[in-house]
Nanobody, 125 residues
């Protein structure tokens, strides 16, 4: 499994950004996909995820400002964020992990076995 994030960089508060994750080796009828972020000194935080049936979840920190989408033909996972805040500055990761019994995707890092290398996002005020 390989996941490669792109689309990070500098943005201004109130602006928007689109992160992409190109994945390979993911078994789409078994694996969920998620977006996480981790700022220096902080724990890794789950932001959004999508399960094998397309159900999505959003963390309170980004709900209403983020949209997760997936292009299964192109093997790309996208996270669009609007109304950016300086506290959104972080390294953003995509990840994949198996889901069992039709369960909804989670924000538990231990449930995700494969991770991308991350992409830095810096939001200035």
């Amino acid at each position: 499994v390989q996941l490669v994030e792109s689309g990070g960089g500098a943005a201004e508060a109130g602006g928007s950004l689109t992160l992409s994750c190109k994945y390979s080796g993911v078994v789409l009828n078994r694996d969920g996909l998620g977006w996480f972020r981790q700022a220096a000194g902080d724990a890794r935080e789950g932001l959004s995820c999508v399960d094998t049936t397309g159900r999505t979840r959003y963390a309170p920190s980004v709900k209403g400002r983020a949209t997760i989408s997936q292009d299964r033909d192109k093997n790309i996972l996208v996270l669009q964020m609007t109304n950016l805040r300086p506290e959104d500055s972080s390294v953003y990761y995509c990840a994949s992990g198996p889901l069992y019994g039709g369960e909804l995707c989670s924000f538990r890092t231990k449930d995700y076995y494969h991770w991308g290398q991350g992409t830095q996002v810096t939001v200035s005020s």
